[in-house]
């Protein structure tokens, strides 16, 4: 089946090389911070952690998605998401290699990820966060082209399969949880301190992950010649509510924990990602834009009129998935170093070759989901 992905229209040749132009500049701005090393990013001593990590806990949300299509066609045999599980899998396969990727270029040395392997510590939530995220993958690919491969030769799924998709469910949730465990884990850093940092999680990547996998239904829906349907659709709808719902109520926990507690630490974290602390307010803008887009997106999600219009879902679901990224894909991970456990306020700014290799990772993930989507497509076409 992979050599369907080598056989397309202009439009996806056009995709693919638009794509792979961002990447190439990634790869070269890439190979300057191998050379120069880690100085070429904005991060220091007091950020030590930044784009790369940010998009990196992002994206492992969206991967863990996947049991919002997987759980209710498997279990509950809702016949709707018969189109687009396999859409939702090869969405996780995507995000779990970028994923890795982000990993892998915050690396100073690339091969230090060996380290993780050759003197594993099982104390670590690194290290299982490692084994979760290659499981995951290894779990959607092997499923996905599985179950792909039974319809492109018109048999019924192996039996062996069943078993593994069951495991993938808990799975997709374990993979959220352990990352929350990396920051949750760090009692110097009041932001991510929190019996439900991982709740947070696991409620924004319900959110941010559908939202995406509309958006790409919408596409396909335009731009090829297969429907994934109105009523799949729609379902995404409602588990977005529900989940941006969740996701917004826990943050708002969290506001209100830290001012009416009075704990200094915990609230000026808060305080500078909305307003600044000692004149520095350079992420500001974008949590404000975030609580705007995420105010404005619960209305129209939660209103059944709009959710399930066709016409204003796709602009919903986008303030969703822009709003989100913003909060936790950039101000979650940052805000969480500011101050620092001594007072410190030191601002972290992505550089240009920061943002152009998260560009090109971003550019190589969607280049693998259009060549799995183009797979999947030209299948069901045939099938």
């Not at 070269?28 to 880690?38: A, C, K, N």
């Not at 492992?60 to 899998?89: Q, W």
């Not at 307003?275 to 619960?298: C, D, V």
Request: charged share 10%; net charge positive; proline share 5%.
């Amino acid at each position: 089946m992979i050599q369907k992905a080598f056989h397309g229209g202009k439009l996806y040749w056009l995709l693919l090389g638009a794509l792979a132009a961002v990447a190439a500049a990634g790869v070269w701005f890439y190979l300057r911070q191998l050379e120069l090393g880690l100085s070429v990013t904005g991060m220091v001593r007091d950020v030590s952690w930044g784009l790369y990590i940010a998009q990196f806990t992002f994206f492992v949300g969206v991967a863990a998605s996947a049991v919002t299509v997987v759980l209710p066609y498997y279990l509950h045999d809702h016949r709707a998401f018969g189109k687009i599980t396999i859409m939702g899998e090869f969405l996780a396969v995507s995000s779990v290699v970028m994923c890795m990727l982000f990993i892998f270029v915050d690396l100073g040395q690339p091969f230090r990820v060996l380290h993780v392997f050759l003197y594993p510590s099982p104390t670590s939530p690194m290290f299982w966060d490692t084994v979760v995220l290659f499981g995951y993958l290894v779990l959607n690919l092997v499923i996905a082209w599985t179950v792909l491969g039974a319809e492109y030769r018109g048999t019924p799924p192996p039996g062996w399969v069943r078993p593994l998709i069951y495991l993938s469910i808990p799975w997709a949730v374990s993979i959220h949880t352990i990352t929350a465990f990396l920051y949750a884990g760090l009692p110097g850093r009041h932001l991510w301190l929190s019996a439900i940092t991982a709740a947070r999680f696991l409620a924004s990547a319900f959110s941010s992950g559908p939202s995406l996998l509309i958006l790409l239904c919408m596409a396909v829906r335009r731009f090829t010649t297969f429907d994934p349907g109105k009523e799949a659709i729609r379902s995404m709808g409602k588990i977005v509510a529900y989940a941006f719902s969740a996701h917004v109520f826990f943050i708002l926990l969290e506001i209100f924990t830290s001012f009416y507690s009075g704990v200094g630490s915990h609230r000026e974290s808060f305080v500078y990602l909305f307003r600044g602390l000692e004149g520095h307010a350079a992420l500001a803008p974008a949590l404000w834009a975030s609580a705007i887009l995420a105010l404005a997106a619960l209305v129209l999600i939660v209103v059944p009129k709009t959710r399930n219009s066709l016409r204003v879902l796709p602009l919903t679901v986008a303030m969703v998935f822009v709003s989100i990224w913003l909060e936790k894909g950039l101000g979650f991970v940052v805000g969480g170093f500011i101050p620092s456990p001594l007072g410190a306020v030191t601002e972290y700014r992505p550089t240009a070759p920061e943002i152009f290799i998260t560009a090109g990772v971003w550019a190589l993930g969607f280049m693998l989901l259009a060549a799995f989507f183009k797979v999947f497509i030209t299948v069901r076409r045939e099938a």
